[in-house]
């Protein structure tokens, strides 16, 4: 029983199957199947990136890394620059302190050496000994008297006076 129905399922297979008789069948068969395949690929790879497109965005990316670290090392210079300059009118503001605390004139600041308030003020308290110690400093106001030396410079200074006035 099992045979009859083997042999009339191999018949109604053998009459639905062609043989391809020319290359253009052949071609056409293959092309329709490639085609169905290519739009099958394309559509379980859509939304991802071409390997060219990776390529490309991958250089973007690089060349902004690039510039940003060129903008960072600027900066970073310049922040050290700009720390350097802080530091160095933070101590020669501490130098005219101690000089003032210690009793020494402005002029003797540049002579001032240290990085520290310690170190600054021993060095200005040396070179205050070593300048004087009993030497009064140097005055803010003219010490002079309002009255002439001689009848010249008195005629001169009321002149001039009157000179300023008009």
């Known amino acids: ?19 391809i008789e020319s290359q253009e069948e052949l071609d056409s068969i293959i092309k329709d ?10 559509k379980r790879f859509e939304g991802y990136i071409s390997p060219e497109d990776h390529q490309k965005a991958l250089e973007e990316a690089n060349k ?14 310049t922040i050290a620059d700009l720390t350097a300059k802080n530091k160095a ?13 210690v009793g020494l004139s402005y002029e003797w600041v540049s002579r001032i050496s240290g990085d520290d308030e310690e170190t600054i003020r021993a060095d200005a ?3 205050k000994k070593l300048v ?14 309002d009255k002439p030396a001689d009848n010249i410079t008195a005629s ?6 009157g000179i300023q006035k008009s």
Request: cysteine-free; hydrophobic content about 25%.
């Open 33 to 42: 199947r490639l085609k169905r395949e290519r739009e099958a690929t394309t």
């Open 1 to 19: 029983m099992n045979r009859g129905k083997d042999k009339s399922m191999s018949e109604t297979n053998e009459s639905t199957f062609k043989a």
């Open 89 to 101: 009118y933070e101590t020669a503001s501490l130098k005219s302190r101690v000089a003032h605390e």
């Open 64 to 77: 902004a890394l690039d510039e940003y670290k060129k903008a960072r090392e600027s900066d970073s210079q």
């Open 132 to 145: 004087g110690a009993g030497s009064a400093p140097i005055p803010t106001k003219s010490t002079e008297s």
């Open 125 to 127: 308290e040396s070179l």
């Open 156 to 161: 001169l200074k009321t002149v001039l006076s």
